[in-house]
Antibody
Framework: QVQLQQSGAELAKPGTSVKLSCKAS????????IYWVKQRPGQGLEWIGY????????YYSEKFKGKATFTADTSSSTAYMLLGSLTPEDSAYYFC????????????WGQGTLVTVSS | DIVMTQSPTSMSISVGDRVTMNCKAS??????VDWYQQKTGQSPKLLIY???NRYTGVPDRFTGSGSGTDFTFTISNMQAEDLAVYYC?????????FGAGTKLELK
């Protein structure tokens, strides 16, 4: 079965970076886009962008250009998101997600990674 | 970017109620709207894709409709386990965008 397993919670200082991971299993990793979504505690969902592991192609929402960087390691079926120049506004849950077969909807989600930025 | 205006922000409901919420897109998105349910402490869950298609295993009390700029999501017979926040999302063009959510609370 399709699973997306995300890395554990991160506590980081302002101005530093964190690299989050999303390990995929149960399907051909290079065949599906991995999407990333941000959610500040108690707030709504915010679409960050995607990476296509098949060719490494990426897309970033304008707001996250320069903030987020996506990479993928096909040998380990793992997608990564590097968040740089952290500020308290980056404190949030970050989810990875994948579309279902035959649907544009995000049918599969990781459990989320909580990033806390604090000095 | 396409703005998805979701209403209402919250609803106080009773078990057995019929619940309806709306999403209005700032431009034509065809039928490319999905609806998600998010319970406290959980990841979102896909309920409806392409405006009106129920995802695998989703109970038939959940329905979606609409096209173009106006979309509706309905729970026909509200159950206690349906208490959650519901989000619409347009997947017509990048960047995909979510509505702000509708929170269902018990009356």
């Amino acid at each position: 079965q399709v699973q997306l397993q995300q890395s554990g919670a991160e506590l980081a200082k302002p101005g530093t970076s964190v690299k989050l991971s999303c390990k995929a299993s149960g399907y051909t990793f290079t065949s599906y886009y991995i999407y990333w979504v941000k959610q500040r505690p108690g707030q709504g969902l915010e679409w960050i962008g995607y990476i296509y592991p098949g060719n490494g192609g990426t897309y970033y929402s304008e707001k996250f250009k320069g903030k987020a960087t996506f990479t993928a390691d096909t040998s380990s079926s793992t997608a990564y998101m590097l968040l740089g120049s952290l500020t308290p506004e980056d404190s949030a849950y970050y989810f990875c997600a994948r579309r279902g077969v035959g649907t544009l909807g995000f049918a599969y989600w990781g459990q989320g990674t909580l990033v806390t930025v604090s000095s | 970017d396409i703005v998805m205006t979701q209403s209402p922000t919250s609803m106080s409901i009773s078990v057995g109620d019929r619940v309806t919420m709306n999403c209005k897109a700032s431009q034509n998105v065809g039928s490319n709207v999905d609806w998600y349910q998010q319970k406290t402490g959980q990841s979102p869950k896909l309920l409806i894709y392409k405006a009106s298609n129920r995802y695998t295993g989703v109970p038939d009390r959940f329905t979606g409709s609409g096209s173009g700029t106006d979309f509706t999501f309905t729970i026909s017979n509200m159950q206690a386990e349906d208490l959650a926040v519901y989000y619409c999302m347009q997947s017509n063009s990048y960047p995909y965008t979510f509505g702000a959510g509708t929170k269902l609370e018990l009356k």
